[in-house]
């Protein structure tokens, strides 16, 4: 079924304000209530297709293809949307704000910049960040394409640390240079109350989100050329091909349209909920192969994550703090909260899950972002626009 699907198309960034989530299948959103209450009222006998506890946790196959799959349609997308830009000498906009969605692991515009050898704007320390009055000289003067990837990083959500990105847009609103300037949701949201960077820079552009036929085709497209030829797909609980088509061409089960829905349609969140979800079988186990089948790959439900400790408004805390930045240190996040208290929380949900580490600075995982946002939307918290 996976050579029937057509391959996918590249679409160009979308304005901000035109962002328009996938919304759930309503069938799927009944059944998630439904599933949730009977967890927690009864346990259920039924048994499903094949174990989980009979699949094998190892995908090296599919970890050692993430990155290249991972990033090549978005950055095809980021070509087809500033490459005739980028060449014109005289644009009516010097300045391409790209408002990016959260959890970017990859840093998906410095390699954009890097591949077509654009000038990369470095950011300051963060211990620079927190000078009042800056004194940093700030030429952005020159020629060719200018890069600033991440916005989140000229700031702390500090008293003392909205100096310089102050600086920094002022500069930039009198460029006259090509000039693109990535910044995440949910700094972009917090830099519109703080310091009004919706009125300085030009309307953002963002990704297109990935709705049920983009995000199916993507990921057939990548198993078509990562995969041994005749692999299948299946639901671990019913033994279904998730790829399977009934006769009008349209999908027979909801799984991408529920995984469009549940990632937002984020790309790479999108990715890294199907990789958590793909097992194989162990040598064993009764995989009820048909003949055709060269191998399958079973997916499994999508783990539910939950918050640690019984404190959630200082987990929340945290993790509001990690979107919004990118990544801190823990030095930094005590900087950034409210409460600079929050002793080992980060430690519990780095083991959660919900946060990884890494060169010391802790960020949220994007296979944990559903359950985040989903956490900080439910308590009140101010949200992105992604």
């Given at each position: 079924m996976i050579n029937t699907t057509p391959p996918p198309e590249t679409h160009p960034l979308v304005p901000l304000e035109d962002v328009d989530v996938p919304a759930w299948p309503e069938r799927a959103a009944l059944k998630m209530a439904a599933l949730r209450i009977r967890t927690l009222l009864t346990r259920s006998d039924q048994r499903p297709f094949i174990a989980e506890d009979r699949l094998d946790d190892s995908v090296d196959v599919f970890s050692d293809m993430a990155t290249p799959a991972f990033c090549a349609p978005l950055l095809a997308e980021l070509d087809e949307t500033l490459a005739s830009w980028a060449t014109n000498p005289a644009p009516k906009q010097w300045i391409k704000p790209l408002v990016l969605p959260p959890c970017d692991e990859q840093d998906l515009l410095s390699h954009w910049a890097q591949r077509h050898h654009h000038e990369v704007l470095a950011p300051p320390t963060r211990d620079a960040?927190?000078?009042?009055?800056?004194?940093?000289?700030?030429?952005?003067s020159g020629d060719g394409v200018l890069v600033i990837p991440r916005l989140e990083a000229w700031f702390l959500r500090h008293r003392c640390g909205l100096g310089l990105i102050r600086k920094l847009l002022t500069t930039l609103a009198g460029l006259k240079r090509h000039c693109v300037i990535g910044c995440n949701s949910w700094a972009w949201a917090f830099?519109?109350?703080?310091?009004?960077?919706?009125?300085?820079?030009?309307?953002?552009?963002?990704?297109?989100?990935?709705?049920?036929p983009r995000l199916r085709r993507w990921l057939a497209d990548i198993a078509r050329q990562q995969t041994e030829e005749g692999t299948r797909f299946r639901l671990s609980?019913?033994?279904?091909?998730?790829?399977?088509?009934?006769?009008?061409?349209?999908?027979?089960l909801e799984y991408f349209e529920t995984l469009a829905a549940r990632s937002r349609g984020i790309a790479w969140v999108a990715w890294h909920l199907w990789q958590r979800s793909l097992k194989k079988a162990s040598d064993d186990a009764d995989n009820d192969l048909s003949e055709n089948d060269q191998q399958t790959l079973w997916v499994v439900a999508l783990e539910e994550?939950?918050?640690?400790?019984?404190?959630d408004t200082q987990a929340l805390l945290i993790l509001q703090a990690l979107l919004i930045h990118g990544s801190l240190s823990a030095g930094e996040l005590e900087r950034?909260?409210?409460?600079?208290?929050?002793?080992?929380m980060h430690h519990a949900l780095h083991r959660a899950g919900f946060i990884?580490?890494?060169?010391?600075?802790?960020?949220c995982r994007a296979s944990a972002y559903p359950a985040i946002r989903d956490g900080l939307a439910t308590a009140g918290f101010p949200l992105d626009g992604y």
């Open positions: 960040l927190l000078i009042e009055t800056p004194e940093l000289a700030l030429d952005l830099l519109c109350k703080a310091v009004d960077v919706h009125l300085i820079l030009p309307e953002p552009l963002t990704f297109e989100p990935f709705d049920e609980r019913n033994g279904k091909n998730i790829f399977a088509l009934n006769r009008k061409g349209q999908p027979r994550f939950s918050l640690p400790g019984s404190d950034v909260l409210p409460d600079p208290g929050f002793q080992g990884g580490e890494r060169d010391g600075c802790y960020y």
